[in-house]
């Protein structure tokens, strides 16, 4: 092994167990590790063991979608090849330096499963602490990292080498490129190779100016439809589209609060005592925000444009006393596998409300299309049967649900 890479790993240790343990400087560390790492401090557990994650799928799917991946086309076979040849990790982030495309060789791809350095890894400084590609994108200019230089001891046996993708439109990071490796194969000329590599996709970006977002009718953009009772659909300008399920529940709680909300409060509403980061949340949103053509506002966070969402109908119409209207968008619970504590309260209020009304107005017709909704609810069906009409030929269908259980 070479002696004096051996010695700077050493002094990279040693320099990071002093600046924990006594929060100072030394000459020895670049001023801006150093300051990222009394960043860190405030956020990060020392003894951080995986960065945080979002959707795997839903990161790649962004990627795939965006200008940015579009742009990054150009180079993805080098990165393959490059990653491959020399037994490293490739890596390209989103603007909140979460992994959206990921390649590497056998062994150091077994190495980045272990820390999260994977598709849905976010890298951000406040997730996971000093790191290269929090570095390139905070600073707006490459970086390297070296074994303890970084915060979290989980890569202290990496290197690795990130350069910013800067918008040539507003001069904003759009992500990071980063070529990553044990410390022990420490190699500067992949920072010159990084830094080139993401010119190539600035002059892609350069070419294709417009997001595709962009081009799309002013209306549709706007439209939001969201359809959540007893089944969940998202639509965006008459388009269906794939969220996961936390993004649903995002939606759904976004839509219920039209003043919007701090990031501190969405991320409670939505993930009550859990432990997560707001970077986890943020990364959520942005993701969100691509696949429904950017309909949600920052500052507060709240949806833009118009939005139809059933569940928020369904309790206006019950404020209001408009029971016949409650009842012709009720169609079940609102996302009844959620544990969310917002959409849980929500769903409470709105199955509550609808059942005590409508068994309040010994209506019927009202009490059989609630018992169609609720097929378990035996008393539904048991009062339904009861005000029904003796030559009604629902009455068999209805019994049914009755005696269900």
């Not at 977002?213 to 300008?237: M, N, Q």
């Not at 969100?288 to 139809?308: F, K, M, Q």
Request: glycine share 6%.
């Amino acid at each position: 092994m070479n002696r004096q890479l051996k010695e700077r790993r050493d002094d990279a240790e040693a320099l990071w167990h002093y600046a924990v343990e006594s929060g100072s400087s030394t000459s020895a560390a670049p001023p801006e590790v150093f300051a990222s790492w009394q960043r860190s401090a405030h956020s990060v557990p020392v003894d951080l063991a995986l960065a945080p994650m979002v959707e795997p799928a839903t990161a790649a799917a962004t990627f795939v979608d965006s200008r940015l991946g579009r742009a990054s086309r150009v180079i993805l076979d080098d990165l393959r090849d490059l990653s491959a040849d020399g037994d490293l990790v490739a890596a390209l982030t989103d603007e909140t330096v979460t992994i959206t495309w990921l390649a590497g060789g056998r062994r150091m791809r077994r190495h980045a499963d272990t820390v999260n350095f994977c598709l849905g890894g976010c890298w951000s400084e406040e997730s996971v602490g000093t790191n290269a590609l929090a570095l390139a994108h905070e600073l707006g200019r490459p970086s390297t990292v070296f074994s303890a230089e970084h915060y979290a001891p989980m890569v202290h046996d990496w290197v690795c080498y990130s350069a910013p993708i800067i918008d040539p439109q507003d001069g904003h990071s759009l992500g990071v490129i980063d070529i990553s490796s044990l410390w022990s194969k420490f190699n500067p000329s992949l920072l010159t190779m990084v830094r080139a590599l993401a010119r190539n996709v600035e002059y892609e970006l350069a070419r294709d100016p417009v997001a595709p977002i962009a081009s799309a009718p002013p209306d549709a953009r706007g439209e939001l439809v969201l359809r959540l009772l007893g089944s969940s659909t998202v639509k965006a300008g008459g388009t269906t589209v794939r969220v996961s399920p936390r993004q649903v529940e995002l939606l759904a709680i976004l839509a219920m609060h039209d003043e919007g909300l701090s990031l501190d409060e969405l991320t409670a509403l939505v993930y009550g005592d859990q432990p997560v980061s707001a970077t986890t949340v943020k990364s959520e949103l942005s993701h969100l925000r691509h696949l429904i053509g950017g309909a949600i506002a920052s500052r507060p966070y709240r949806l833009t444009g118009r939005v139809d969402a059933d569940h928020v109908r369904v309790l206006r119409s019950l404020a209001s006393g408009d029971l016949r209207a409650a009842i012709d968008l009720y169609r079940g619970s609102l996302l009844p596998s959620s544990e969310s504590p917002e959409i849980t309260s929500a769903r409470h209020q709105i199955d509550v409300a609808i059942r005590n009304a409508v068994t309040r107005s010994r209506n019927p017709e009202l009490l059989y299309r609630l018992s169609s909704c609720c097929p378990d609810d035996g008393d539904v069906a048991e009062l339904a049967l009861a005000l029904m009409a003796a030559d009604d030929l629902r009455r068999g269908i209805v019994a049914g649900r009755r005696t269900r259980y």
